[in-house]
């Protein structure tokens, strides 16, 4: 049995991913996670941006 | 001069009496008070209770940054707000009692002309039977809501590696206490590096680990989930969650509330009803939170907490508190200046702010147990509220009643959200999550409540990277040290 299919043993698993060779490899390449932190830096600016526009001025009375 | 006293030097707290201070400089006083002698970046306490830092690195002592900045700080805890004063002394006023600073047990009346109530939690142990006593967690579990806390978890942890390192089977328990807890990311990271420390300590094959928790499905975290857009599709954060604990071999139990704790065993019943048990020999079991128990008394000394705070503890704001059904629920039910409505001068921000209902769908089980996880409101929605309360003060203090108040509604308020799944340059993985809105916004976004285009998850050793730095950063920030105004909530 590969890796990615270790979950369709246990009935509780069986819904779920588990990562094959090719994923696992890409969650720890150092130049993928380099790009993916910098993608994930741009959409955390973004919610940072949207926060600050969505900050507004109501009177106080 | 007006004065802010400040209740709470958590991260709404510490956010608000920085901010206040900078913007009012010396015309104005700002006064913090807390119980607590040291500042703490709660989302690395998740790695003092795996032993990946120490106590040290994730504390501070606030009285050198407090008076650098020329905060008034006292180490002491909030008893009881008098909102309209006394007969004799209109003016509002706070009781307090020392806890440090060689003054421990004097009590002192404190006036104030703005208030914010930033007091966080009481982590209410007490609420679950054998879990603790009041505030104070018993011997059968551990936690990681506060640093010391988290020591002692790792202490115990390790003792349990050694266990199996020497052959013998050990279960560990990890997940939420209560059918009402909230903060299940802490638990969930928590599970996450305690797998991944049982696997760097080799002892892997001779550890079980088990989930526990109040959400009706692992990674509903108590914001009724995420649908997240990857790579063109839109799915469900359980499918994220379920795989990551699959993966890592964690079983789950949902839906649960745990309802005795002894040593080495818990008793749990489900909102279907079905009741179970389980045996463990380390279990982290997070503790609901409640208010922190303040009393407010009106100029007659007539008791008006029932007024000022809900139920559970947690202060009234400008929310929609009718009881409505899930159905009905709408994001302007939410707070948007976290005002007081009887005191104006009063404000609450972070936890201490009552929300006017959960964000996940509550559900009972038929003995009447409520099984609801409550919503979270640390991090990052505490800094940003924290920040919004004070520019409102602010303005008030300068303009009076033309002042304008500044909004931070968590239906309109975006979020971004680490969870570590294990520590190391190299070896690391963390969960990287953006979502916007926090509350779910049926009315703006009928197909899953929140933008799909901003809601996103992934995992890898770049989140890793990512919450060491920021754990860097906001300790740089809450130090005061220099461009600490440039670093966002």
Redesign the interface.
């Known amino acids: 049995m590969i890796k990615e299919e270790r979950?369709f043993a246990?009935p509780?698993?069986e819904?779920?991913?588990?990562?094959g060779r090719f994923q696992r490899t890409?969650?720890?390449?150092?130049v993928?996670?380099?790009i993916?932190?910098v993608f994930?830096?741009v959409?955390?600016i973004?919610?940072?941006m949207?926060?600050l526009k969505?900050?507004?001025?109501?009177?106080?009375? | 001069m007006a004065r802010l006293v400040i209740l709470g030097a958590g991260i709404a707290g510490h956010t608000a009496a920085t901010f206040a201070k900078k913007w009012l400089a010396d015309a104005h006083e700002v006064v913090v008070i807390s119980p607590n002698s040291l500042w703490n970046w709660i989302p690395s306490n998740i790695w003092v209770g795996v032993g990946k830092m120490d106590k040290k690195r994730v504390t501070f002592p606030l009285a050198p940054v407090y008076a650098k900045a020329g905060i008034d700080f006292r180490q002491a805890k909030a008893l009881a707000i008098y909102p309209e004063g006394k007969e004799s002394d209109k003016h509002p006023f706070v009781t307090i009692e020392y806890t440090g600073q060689g003054r421990e047990g004097q009590t002192e009346a404190l006036s104030y002309d703005y208030l914010i109530n930033a007091t966080g939690p009481k982590l209410n142990f007490g609420a679950t039977p054998g879990l603790g006593t009041g505030s104070h967690i018993g011997p059968h579990t551990v936690s990681v809501c506060t640093a010391d806390h988290a020591a002692e978890a790792h202490e115990r942890l390790r003792a349990i590696l050694d266990k199996a390192r020497q052959g013998h089977r050990q279960k560990i328990v990890v997940g939420t206490g209560h059918g009402t807890c909230t903060c299940h990311g802490a638990a969930f990271e928590y599970a996450l590096n305690v797998e991944h420390a049982a696997r760097q300590a080799g002892v892997r094959d001779r550890v079980d680990i088990q989930w526990i928790s109040n959400e009706p499905y692992p990674g509903d975290f108590g914001m009724d989930g995420m649908q997240l857009g990857i790579m063109g599709y839109v799915t469900s954060v359980r499918i994220m969650a379920e795989s990551l604990f699959s993966e890592r071999g964690i079983h789950w139990i949902n839906s649960a509330h745990v309802s005795k704790v002894d040593a080495g065993r818990l008793e749990y019943e489900q909102v279907d009803g079905t009741t179970g048990e389980e045996a463990f020999d380390f279990a982290m079991l997070i503790p609901p939170f409640s208010g922190v128990g303040l009393k407010a008394y009106d100029r007659q000394g007539t008791e008006i907490t029932d007024t000022m705070f809900l139920p559970n503890g947690f202060m009234r704001v400008d929310a929609d508190y009718t009881p409505k059904p899930y159905a009905e629920w709408k994001a302007s039910d939410w707070p948007v200046t976290y005002r007081n409505p009887d005191y104006p001068n009063v404000f609450a921000a972070g936890i201490a702010f009552a929300p006017p209902h959960p964000i996940s769908k509550p559900r009972t089980s038929p003995r009447g147990t409520p099984i609801t996880p409550m919503p979270p409101r640390t991090g990052m929605p505490s800094g940003t509220i924290g920040k919004a309360v004070a520019h409102s003060i602010v303005n008030l203090i300068r303009e009076g009643d033309r002042a304008k108040l500044h909004t931070a509604s968590m239906a309109e308020m975006g979020a971004i959200c680490v969870a570590s799944a294990g520590t190391g340059f190299q070896s690391g993985q963390a969960v990287s999550f953006t979502m916007y809105p926090l509350v779910k916004d049926f009315e703006t976004y009928p197909g899953t409540g929140r933008d799909t285009k901003r809601t996103y998850g992934e995992i890898g050793l770049s989140g890793h990277w990512i919450k060491y730095i920021l754990h860097h950063l906001f300790l740089w920030k809450a130090k005061l040290k220099p461009g600490w105004t440039l670093i966002p909530e």
């Open positions: 979950n246990d509780q698993f819904t779920a991913m588990i990562p890409m969650r720890h390449c150092i993928w996670q380099l993916r932190m994930f830096s959409r955390s973004g919610i940072i949207v926060n969505n900050e507004k001025e109501l009177p106080s009375t």
